[in-house]
């Protein structure tokens, strides 16, 4: 079920290493060491399937894009996206944050499969959602949201 796999990608990295060194006498003593040009493989890791998780609390919406283990692949905030103040906690401002991580990874690891995982009670909740099914397939999505069973003590009671 976990599709993950690795592109090699040839680049040049060849660098110039050495010059002259001494003081004012003009000897080249470290250009004899000059390096060599050399080709080195990079990796580039290849994600099908990431898990989407939105916050959304009542002041900003935070999107998290990670693999099945865990690991983070990208992020966004409605405050990071430019929004301020209470234009920062409309349904719009999680819709940009969504949109803006989810193709993020799609660009840097391939993400065609997300699965989505919802917490909090704020605006965000469904414009996020609705951004990540625009970029990506959604195969689940689930509230996290936690539900206290018995909760914290009651404050006392009010004499008046």
């Known amino acids: 079920m976990v599709a993950e796999s690795t592109q090699d990608i040839e680049e040049d990295t060849t660098?110039?290493?050495?010059?002259?060194?001494?003081?004012?006498?003009?000897?080249?003593?470290g250009a004899a060491g000059k390096g060599q040009g050399r080709l080195k493989k990079k990796t580039k890791r290849v994600i099908s399937d990431v898990i989407v998780h939105v916050y959304a609390s009542f002041n900003n919406t935070l999107i998290n894009v990670t693999d099945v283990k865990g690991n983070t692949l990208a992020w966004a905030t409605a405050g990071g996206c430019g929004f301020r103040?209470?234009?920062?906690?409309?349904?719009?401002?999680?819709?940009?944050a969504a949109g803006k991580a989810i193709q993020k990874a799609r660009e840097l690891?391939?993400?065609?499969?997300?699965?989505?995982?919802?917490?909090?009670?704020?605006?965000?909740?469904?414009?996020?959602?609705?951004?990540?099914?625009?970029?990506?397939?959604?195969?689940?999505?689930?509230?996290v949201t936690g539900i206290p069973f018995?909760?914290?003590?009651?404050?006392?009671?009010?004499?008046?």
């Open 150 to 160: 018995n909760g914290c003590r009651a404050p006392k009671a009010r004499r008046v």
């Open 85 to 96: 103040g209470s234009r920062k906690s409309t349904p719009f401002a999680g819709q940009v």
């Open 15 to 29: 660098t110039s290493q050495g010059g002259t060194t001494g003081t004012g006498s003009g000897s080249a003593t």
């Open 109 to 143: 690891y391939g993400a065609e499969s997300a699965e989505v995982r919802i917490y909090g009670p704020g605006p965000g909740r469904d414009a996020s959602v609705r951004a990540v099914r625009d970029v990506v397939q959604i195969t689940a999505i689930f509230d």
